[in-house]
């Protein structure tokens, strides 16, 4: 139950698209924040994988909802045999012990979840635990990371701006198709021919995005349709199974799909 | 309480009416999540019981519901003689011990729910258990399967798109006349005459869903039509019971449901 | 604390209207889930108690409400002087017991309590205790049965296509007239000319729902009426106080009522 | 702690109006359950103590509210030195011991209040505590009384129709004007001419009731004046600090009703 | 932590502006229960402390909102070392030792903060402590007050006519201009001169209230100016920094009121 | 876990740009309540931090946020080994042991926070703790600090009139272009040049608000790109990464930006 267990053993792989890394290192460096924006499954999660092991830091992640409150973040009282005992949350974890603490889909928590990170993102880089009546100072190589789906923020559920303001910030979108298909083709160990009629496709389905359809499929998509294929399935099967029902239920936008996989295939 | 109670003792019979056994075996080796996609009571949790016990795999089904809390599924602290104690949940015990976890329309679950699946279905295959300071990494046999109505889903209740593009899907719907009609005589233990009847019945109930009636009958409702004339009941009041009464109060409704049966019994 | 206090002492008397009994005899034999359609105080409850009696089964009634929550049916551990022991729910205790659980107006609860019942209606007949990791699997006398009145469900609140198409159902209503005098003569124990007379007032009053009455007197209120009788009261009070004072504060609506106890009396 | 705090231990003086005197005896002796229904301080918590006393029974009194639960009426677990131990609520110490239990205001509670009534104003007067898994039959003495304001009642916040039949009920308004000098020249301590203007004052006041006054001045209004009376105020100033500045702030309606007082002096 | 903490030991100074004085010792000869009503800092505070002091009975206060529970006002299990004992609420203690409650702003709390008074308020004086099962008799010394702003009530929050009609009440505004002035030179210990300028700014700007400005400046931000003033801040600035800059952002109103103050100093 | 790890050990860097700080030493010496007005990151806490410094003060911030109840300033009571102790909340430690206590946009946080610092902001200066049955009065050298963003507020989440009236209040905006730079400057460690070059990007950004921009760039953000400069990186990038994409996603608005910045660079 140590920080350890959160240190990754091997390299996560990941094919930049562009200054993201060299920008991390330096926001890294300076200690600054860092939002990664951009659409689902388009790897940021991987991307932070990718610089922990790089840095040789340990890597916590926690994905928000609007349940989570500030407790489940810092940490909380706990009944033991010997009465109550303080269990640490996985963001006090993280600013003890020197992790990169990622919480991904921030906005999705609730407000007192964002408050809590801003002493922690401005010069006093301190969290108090209120219920302990304990001041951490932040470990010297703790780093907040958060990540940030504009296409998903309304008016009623957005970071404020004392919020967004703390951070520094990269842009991820789809990589491209060059890049995508060696994604694939690594990921789900099919042949380059294979990566490049997915990539494809799916570069068909994004363009119907807004047009019934509300994202396009996503690289993760592209490679659960590779591992499919590994298993015997045919390109066409795949297709449907692992993008196309998932996504629609509209039979138009199917049989716009359909026909999109089987002019690539 | 082991995990053995989990597995199934006797074959679930399950009549196949497409690709999805094929589809599941491909998935499950690949180890990637399933959604089942269909309409109440046409064989899904059957289905993955049935597939389940062909792949030797124990099954623990979870049928969500809004109050349902990321607790409920991962498990909780409780206060024993000694103290308090870890209760793993039903989806970490799934985790831990290599179990087939089916979510039953998980879109009915508040969001935490749904985002605590998130590190479960990407490469990482962790699940944290936060209040706990533990990280469970997925036992090899592990899969996570959920069920998702279409019909049901509305703007304010759906699942989220990173959440959708995460899953493999197979669609389910009624099956073809012939098969639902054994399925009734085996279930029900009736003549194939009157499991024919009472497919019949069903297949004009479901031309008028969307005309007052909000679903047809259900391959379910039919072998509860068949159990009651297995009693002795007639036919016309099997169908009363089982079938009219309890799906519609519409007087209009009601009398051309029953003339439906008349013109079949 | 045993399911012996759930048996019923005396045959709670009862006037079938129909084919209720035989239907209900036929359910039970094949195990089907129950449910029982109709109107506020027209005999659904009595019902449940004379079939309880009759098949010489365990009865536990339950009264859903709003607030109620799934641990309220199944369960949940209780702190005792030897840290926790789990105290099992009515619907637990009647599923290991083999009585008959009787939900009244289930839709007016909470959508966890409608789901939890969801694996006891299927063929799987069991519960799963999730708080305590155990799986109960039903004893082959239980038996769900639950009620549902028409004229209260609305678009918010009603029961899920799901849940409906997993119950064979039987309509109530008011009794015949002859019947009806019956019961109010027997149960408040007046004369059969009163109770004809309390029938017609009853008949009258339920021609006027809609026009500014939400429901007209049930037999309950007649055998109220009756008892007031029975104390020396004159039937035109009894009538007032049992009867129109409680349903209706509108002046016109009391004077409508007024002429029609006038003339009946 | 025993019930026979709950006795009263003197006559609480009570001036009848109509018969509702005799209706509470005869609804007592058949045990059915009371509703009261008017106004707010025209004396309907007078009488329920006035005929406990007169019956000689315990009096359990609740002020429902939107906040109360149904286990603030049934009781709970409770944490002592030997573990948790069980305190019976209110509603559960009356139907053990038999009291009256008079829960006034009803509507306000939650819902699950007015269903934990139910098997309690039916034929099996029962109450089962769910969480302690016990059936309560109610002791012979027992007995049930809401009260209900008409004019307070909304859409969504009434009693159902399965609650209100099940009560015989009484209405209750502001007494005579000489029964009500009376009752004031009594409670106040003050003279019969005193008495007399104050009761013509509350007359107009309440002739001022939807013209920007939501309720006259109730019979306790004038008992507190009287009172102030008493203390050496003039009839002006008692009625400016004891009637006027309470309800209204609204200097039209205050001028009218100094000008209702001035006349009246 | 016994009743004499809540003892004032020196007068608070209060300047009558009326018969408010005089009116709270017929109510209080009358032990009936009083409403302050009025606007923002105003005096009410100070006035129910003086009144404390001068009836030589000790005072509790509670700042009513919108979080607060019954269980705040009328108190809890707490669980010590020897099991669970229970602590009174503020207004138990006053209610058994005979102290003066006020609740400020009542109206904020929750309904049922406002039900638990029901019983203290008229001739009952009792206060059932539900969850101990316990009836205390209200001390003879006992009384019960709250305050009330007219200005803030809305239709979905203000006391419920049931709730009004208990309680005596009176009017507070601001003070007579001198009245004001001795106010502010004493608690200000500034010069006569001075509190002069102060008072005619404050009415200037109530003049203002309801064009853009919510509420005038009260007395009690002139005693701030006042200290400010005293510290060596010219009147300018300190009626900048005490009055203007906390009540308004607009531009104009600020302009406005900057002309106020230059044509007074 | 004493009050003195709330001590500042290094004098923070304070640039004043108006009458901040004699104003600040005035209200201090009166002790009044101070309430300091303002956007954004234009050093706000950075002041108080300066002024607790300056003064030789403790200081305790509490950043508000909607979910904060008002234990969680006041405190709670903790079950340890021995049973339950009362653990002081920030403000109660302020309060007993003589520190400053900031409140970061208490307008966040849920109405019974806002009402438990009311005895403490007028003469009374005392804290009720009403769960542990205490009255603290304040420390001499307490003080109460709160920020507030007006604009922020909306009609539904305002401070009352009877809290804001509490304070003295100074305005913040951000400081004039040559204090800016040498903030900029001396904080980021970078070149006079490139802090009037950043400088210069803000004001030109600021005059993007309400035109698609909800806030310009704060002083915290040119010194994040002055840091990433720091480390290398070209004035452009650190723009585009610590001003730009954090804070808009419009490409029009970043397309504004960017020539913004091609303009200064």
């Known amino acids: 139950?140590?920080?350890?267990?959160?240190?990754?053993?091997?390299?996560?792989?990941?094919?930049?698209?562009?200054?993201?890394?060299?920008?991390?290192?330096?926001?890294?460096?300076?200690?600054?924040?860092?939002?990664l924006k951009g659409p689902t499954g388009c790897g940021k999660t991987r991307?932070?994988?990718?610089?922990?092991?790089?840095?040789?830091?340990?890597?916590?992640?926690?994905?928000?909802?609007?349940?989570?409150?500030a407790s489940d973040l810092v940490g909380r009282f706990l009944l033991g045999p010997e009465g109550t005992h303080w269990q640490d949350g996985p963001l006090t974890m993280a600013v003890r012990h020197g992790a990169i603490c990622y919480l991904?889909?921030?906005?999705?928590?609730?407000?007192?979840?964002?408050?809590?990170?801003?002493?922690l993102t401005d010069?006093?880089?301190?969290?108090?635990?209120?219920?302990?009546?304990?001041?951490?100072?932040a470990h010297p190589d703790f780093q907040l990371v958060i990540?940030?789906?504009?296409?998903?923020?309304?008016?009623?559920?957005?970071?404020?701006?004392?919020?967004?303001?703390?951070?520094?910030?990269?842009?991820f979108t789809y990589p491209m198709a060059s890049v995508?298909?060696?994604i694939v083709a690594s990921e789900a160990d099919v042949s380059a021919d294979i990566a490049d009629k997915l990539v494809k496709i799916a570069?068909?389905?994004?363009?119907?995005r807004g047009q019934g359809l509300e994202e396009g499929a996503s690289t993760r998509m592209l490679i659960?349709?590779?591992?499919?294929?590994?298993?015997?399935?045919?390109?066409?099967?795949?297709?449907?199974?692992?993008?196309?029902?998932?996504?629609?239920?509209?039979p138009d936008m199917r049989g716009a799909l359909d026909a999109v996989v089987d002019a690539c295939a």
Chains 1, 2, 3, 4, 5, 6 share one sequence.
């Open 1 to 35: 139950m140590t920080i350890d267990q959160y240190r990754l053993e091997e390299e996560p792989t990941y094919h930049p698209s562009g200054d993201e890394v060299a920008f991390y290192e330096s926001a890294y460096a300076a200690r600054l924040p860092v939002m």
């Open 47 to 69: 991307f932070v994988e990718h610089m922990a092991w790089r840095l040789g830091k340990p890597l916590i992640t926690v994905s928000c909802h609007e349940d989570m409150t």
């Open 104 to 119: 991904d889909e921030v906005v999705e928590a609730r407000q007192d979840t964002t408050v809590v990170i801003h002493s």
């Open 123 to 137: 010069d006093r880089r301190i969290l108090p635990l209120e219920k302990k009546g304990e001041l951490v100072h």
């Open 147 to 171: 990540s940030y789906n504009p296409g998903y923020q309304s008016v009623l559920k957005d970071l404020k701006e004392s919020t967004k303001q703390r951070f520094s910030a990269v842009d």
């Open 180 to 182: 995508e298909a060696s």
């Open 203 to 208: 570069e068909k389905s994004r363009h119907l």
């Open 224 to 250: 659960h349709a590779g591992r499919l294929i590994k298993t015997g399935m045919t390109l066409t099967d795949a297709c449907k199974h692992a993008i196309i029902v998932p996504i629609t239920d509209d």
